[in-house]
């Protein structure tokens, strides 16, 4: 009898085993990849999300919202994240892929501490990163030669940045960075440097600097009075399925929008005044 009972016991032990990789073998995975603009907000809200959500492992990461269109559209991540809207991606077949806006970020221009300049003309910005200016005195700032920073292709941040301020122009070579925080770094770090980042990059070790008078606010971009701005898009691949669907809804929800949205530096969806296509 004590035998019996033994074995009884080692079954239900070994189900109870089975039954619980079982679950663990159940866990959904979602991969979302791309907008390094976007990443922080994202990373913040899976963190949040998990917490209270069991069965599913949300893993993000950055390397740029060309890579998130690519990746998404080949099947390899559940999510791409981007700046600019797919169908501006060259070799993105936008048809294919389904957009869940879920936010709005500004993108203003920022320069280290030392130039002595805080308000340029659209004309003026435009100038300095296609090579017309070349020193911080031609613009009543100090003789410092301007450095100039940018994203890598296939950077959303940089397509949309471009598309605002150099719609006909192309760019001069300069030095690229791979992410918006390494941007940020440097040019706090270098005399002379300037770049673009996302508002959310914007911190006290660097200047920001306002276009023609008007300064990088979230309620002047609300008003389109900001012009560069841009939606964050999380693409996915067709129509997601429930679990990834539940958590783009969550992006969406009043929690995410009131609270995580605008104390990262992000705009809600909800509070844009004008609407773009």
């Known amino acids: 009898m004590k ?5 009884i016991a080692l079954s239900l032990f070994l189900g109870l085993f089975l039954s619980a990789c079982g679950n663990k073998n159940k866990i959904k995975q979602v991969t979302i990849v791309g907008s390094t603009a976007l990443q922080p907000m ?24 060309g890579t998130g269109l690519s990746q998404v559209q080949a099947g390899a991540v559940t999510i791409g994240n981007s700046d600019i809207y797919a169908a501006e991606q060259p070799g993105i077949k936008a048809a294919k892929l389904v957009d869940h806006k879920v936010a709005v970020v500004g993108i203003g221009p920022i320069v280290h501490k030392g130039v002595g300049v805080k308000n ?5 910005l435009a ?4 090579g017309k200016y070349t020193n911080w005195k031609q613009l009543g700032g100090k003789d410092q030669e301007i450095i100039v920073i940018n994203r890598a292709q296939g950077s959303g941040t940089r397509a949309a940045f ?5 719609p006909k122009q192309k760019a001069l070579n300069a030095q690229e960075q ?67 669907k ?16 605008k104390k990262l530096g992000y705009i809600s969806i909800n509070e844009m005044k004008v609407k773009v296509d």
């Open 3 to 7: 035998k019996i009972v033994q074995i």
């Open 42 to 65: 994202v990373e913040v809200a899976a963190e949040e999300y998990q917490t209270h959500n069991e069965g599913i492992s949300i893993t993000v990461q950055g390397g740029g919202s």
């Open 120 to 124: 340029v003309s659209m004309d003026q």
């Open 127 to 130: 100038g300095i990163f296609t």
């Open 162 to 166: 471009e598309g605002k301020v150099l």
């Open 178 to 244: 791979e992410s918006s925080g390494t941007v940020a770094k440097m040019v706090a770090a270098t005399p002379g440097a300037i770049s673009y980042v996302a508002f959310s990059y914007f911190k006290d070790n660097v200047t920001a600097l306002a276009v023609n008078g008007v300064k990088p606010t979230d309620q002047n971009v609300m008003t389109d009075t900001w012009k560069i701005w841009a939606y964050e898009h999380m693409y996915t691949k067709g129509k997601p399925d429930l679990e990834t």
């Open 246 to 261: 539940k958590f783009l809804d969550y992006m969406r929800s009043e929690e995410i929008q009131t609270k995580v949205v």
